[in-house]
């Protein structure tokens, strides 16, 4: 490559003989004869020394940098060169002569002072453009409180009347949550019920997050947790895992990269299955595109790169993501132990023998993620391996081999399955094969607790794990015709008894919204089909109309129309009716009213046959104690946030842009339905508060631990201002910008015409003023607190001036 360098000794003669301002270039090797030859005075080993901004393939990096003239040879620091951008190791150290390099290209711009380079592509450093650039993490924050979620339920049929109450009792804080749920459950008049007026607790449980980490923790009742193919239990006693949902701003599996090379400074442009996602400039040099949003299954990606030219380049490549993988170096793990728990729903306090419980995932590359199982008890032992595999963009197969010994019979499981995801259709299968003797923990405790319930030595099960399970499933999208999808599932049980089901459906969005749905379903080991058609007609945004009509496999027939209107965002009332004419029955009918507010949800309603019918209400919501108050509002079921605007009423305040209330008479507001983890946007509209206060800031972004609350704090505060027009003993207003002082610091400056505005008063203030030219005096203003804001007095102060004092 040709070596292209201009001596700035030259460009210096050229300056000096008048001619400022022209760019020549020249080759090292060449005379120039229409310049003079340089005066000896610069020959030999002289070198000159300049400070020359450095712009490397058209890139201006804003680095100036001396830079050494000898011999015809330019010299940079090494070091420089490695800041402006240029990998270190085709660098020498500590200085680099540029000029000796045939891959590099230059020339001297001796009017702007800059040293121009062109360099390989790959000297310089890779430039990675990911998803997660320019959003930071918001680390969850929790304050003290207790909540307390209820739901009543009353129903009356044929005279029998019972009333069930469900509540949930919680602690939180920073550090996690203690919660207690369950039932009580009373006859009010017929029949008793089974537990009649007795409490049946469901969970107890005390939760702890390592945010950092993302790991959970986990103390009383709690399911274990299961790969696709194990199985879940309940137990009492202790977990850990890794929670990922507790970490938004992790992505947890692999999204495709595309990379490139820009020779000059240019503008690339990401289109997922044309649409754009992504727009940046990137510096000369190598690549790579993270910021893919978060899909899952085949697509086609476009990257169009435009430099400064004009000039355009556009690659289409397939790729193809899959969620169930895990990113390289990525794991998921949790593990159980404790006690079985027996009875649930039915005993409050019923667990079996111990039991241990653990899987664990690692991501292996972007194509392959290893799992395993283990779980054990006395006389049961289970060791499986799985894993996921991409078949590059052709989808994912999973399979998995599990071995087992209960009760000294060995028995083996294999799973595996298939998943194709695209825009336009979808197919999958999942298989799993069992011997008659695999057992794990979701059966073994069936006998002994079956034995226990009866008091006899029957050791049937309870209930068994299926021998063979086979499913499929395929959709598509036929555009304007619809979207067809059908699945097949076949069950063979421990005994040999076999379900095989198939379904077919179809749905079409037709006029105005509306959509018409029809659905067919066949029992292979039965004779005929049943199947359903509906056509749902919407009415404005909250309501909708439903036409259907129902056949059973039995031949039972059934048509139904109904009318409902959902529930407004900030509460109010919705109802839904319905009737159905039945075959071979009594018509059905159906009619019920919701009411919510801000403090809690009401419903009435009725539904059954003709003279037949069940009545029913329901009364829901949540009470909180937090800032020394109680409050009612509608049933948490995860986090929420209690606005305080320090004893201002009503205040509009906004969750996510949107008008959720308006503070209390305490200024509080409680925002009941918080996504946890979750960045969201608090604030507050000041146009209605009065005169004379102040506050530092109206918006806050923040997020909240899972099922706590937090209180935000907007510090809404009386000003205690005063303003007054300040005179001479000649009734002449102060001069302007003259200083107004008090215990000797400056707390403001009078303004025009003599006014003086002053905040964060006493009841007495001592005020010193001093004017431009140095005359000064002094006064004490009083001020009363509990008057209006802003106290404007109507009368002049009059501060006597007197003379600056000469040294």
């Known amino acids: 490559m040709k070596n292209y360098r201009h001596s700035p000794f030259w460009g210096l003669v050229i300056i000096t003989t008048g001619f400022s301002g022209i760019y020549t270039e020249s080759r090292a090797d060449e005379v120039m004869s229409e310049l003079p030859p340089p005066p000896s005075a610069l020959s030999a080993d002289q070198a000159i020394q300049y400070q020359l901004e450095l712009v490397i393939n058209q890139y201006a990096t804003g680095q100036v940098v001396p830079v050494e003239f000898r011999r015809g040879h330019y010299l940079v620091q090494g070091k420089d060169l490695e800041q402006a951008g ?68 009353a129903s009356r049929y044929e005279g029998n009347s019972q009333l069930a109450a469900w509540s949930e009792q919680r602690l939180f804080g920073t550090q996690g949550y203690l919660s207690n749920s369950g039932v009580i459950k009373q006859t009010l008049a017929g029949e008793s019920i089974d537990n009649n007026g007795g409490y049946l607790r469901y969970d107890t449980r005390f939760s702890h997050f390592d945010e950092t980490n993302a790991v959970r923790w986990q103390a009383g009742d709690l399911i274990t947790d299961s790969l696709t193919w194990s199985n879940s239990i309940r137990v009492g006693g202790l977990s850990v895992s890794r929670d990922f949902s507790i970490r938004p701003d992790i992505i947890t599996f692999p999204l495709p990269q595309f990379s490139g090379q820009a020779v000059v400074p240019t503008s690339v442009d990401l289109f997922i299955n044309g649409n754009m996602t992504s727009s940046n400039n990137v510096r000369p040099g190598p690549f790579t595109l993270t910021n893919v949003p978060f899909i899952n299954g085949a697509g086609e990606a476009t990257v169009i790169t435009n430099d400064a030219l004009g000039r355009q380049v ?58 395993s199982h283990a779980e054990g008890a006395e006389s049961l032992a289970l060791g499986g391996v799985g894993s996921v595999f991409k078949l590059g963009n052709l989808g994912v197969v999973n399979a998995s081999y599990s071995q087992s010994q209960m009760r000294g019979q060995n028995g083996d499981q294999i799973s595996w399955g298939y998943q194709y995801n695209t825009g336009l259709f979808n197919l999958g299968t999942q298989q799993t094969y069992r011997s008659d003797t695999f057992g794990n923990l979701a059966i073994y405790d069936n006998q002994d607790a079956n034995s226990t319930n009866s008091g006899s030595n029957n050791n049937g099960a309870v209930y068994s794990l299926s021998r063979r399970s086979a499913q499929y499933s395929a959709s598509i999208m036929l555009n304007e015709f619809g979207n067809l999808g059908a699945a097949y599932i076949d069950v063979s049980g421990r005994n040999d008894e076999r379900t095989r089901l198939l379904n077919l459906s179809w749905s079409r969005t037709l006029f105005s919204g509306s959509n018409l749905y029809i659905s067919a379903t066949r029992d ?101 104690l937090m800032d020394k108050s109680l409050f009612a509002t509608n049933r948490i079921s995860d986090a929420f946030v209690l606005v305080n605007t320090n004893n201002y009423p009503n205040v509009r305040v906004r969750y996510e842009n949107q008008l959720i209330g308006v ?84 707390l403001t400056y009078v303004g025009w015409d003599g006014i003086v505005y002053l905040e964060a008063l006493d009841a007495s203030n001592s005020l010193k003023i001093i004017t431009p030219d140095g005359r000064q005096c002094q006064i ?28």
């Open 86 to 153: 240029i990998v270190a190791e085709h660098l020498t150290f500590p200085t680099t002569d540029i000029s000796a390099n045939p891959n590099i290209k230059l020339k001297y711009d001796s009017e702007n002072q800059r040293l121009l380079l062109d360099i390989p592509t790959n000297w310089l450093p890779n430039q990675t453009l990911s998803n997660n650039m320019g959003n930071p993490k918001y680390q969850a924050v929790s304050s003290a409180g207790a909540l307390f979620n209820y739901d009543i339920y």
């Open 780 to 807: 004490t203003v009083p001020f009363d607190a509990s008057a209006p804001q802003p106290v404007i007095l109507k009368s002049p102060i009059v501060c006597p001036l007197i003379p600056a004092q000469v040294n």
């Open 314 to 371: 556009s690659v289409s490549l397939p790729f193809y993501v899959a969620s169930t993988l895990l990113k390289p170096g990525l794991s998921d793990y949790a593990f159980s132990t404790g006690a079985i728990r027996r009875g649930y729903g039915v005993d409050s306090f019923n667990y079996g023998p111990a039991a241990v419980s653990g899987s664990y995932r690692y991501g292996v590359t972007n194509y392959l993620t290893l799992e």
């Open 663 to 746: 503070t209390d008479s305490g200024g509080h507001l409680l925002v009941p339905r918080v996504t946890s983890y979750y960045p969201a946007k608090y604030d507050i509209d000041t146009t209605d508060l009065p005169a004379g206060v102040q506050i530092s800031n109206t918006e806050k972004r923040l997020s909240v631990q899972r099922n706590s609350g937090y209180m935000i704090n907007f510090d809404i505060k009386k000003s205690n201002s005063l303003s007054f027009v300040a005179v001479d003993q000649q009734g002449k207003s102060l001069p302007v910008s003259s200083r107004v002082l008090k215990n000797n610091q400056t």
């Open 524 to 624: 292979i080991g039965a004779s005929g089909w049943s199947g359903a058609v509906s056509l749902v007609i919407p009415f404005g945004a909250l309501s909708n109309t439903s036409i259907s009509s129902q056949r059973s496999i039995d031949g039972q027939a059934r048509q139904q129309v109904s009318y409902s209107r959902g529930m407004p965002s900030d509460g109010g009332l919705s109802w839904d009716l319905a009737y159905a004419h039945q075959s071979n029955q009594k018509n059905y009918q159906q009619a019920s009213l919701n009411w919510r507010n801000a403090s809690f949800e009401s419903s009435i309603g009725a539904y059954g046959n003709t003279g037949d019918y069940t009545q029913w209400a329901d009364l829901s919501g949540s009470l909180v």
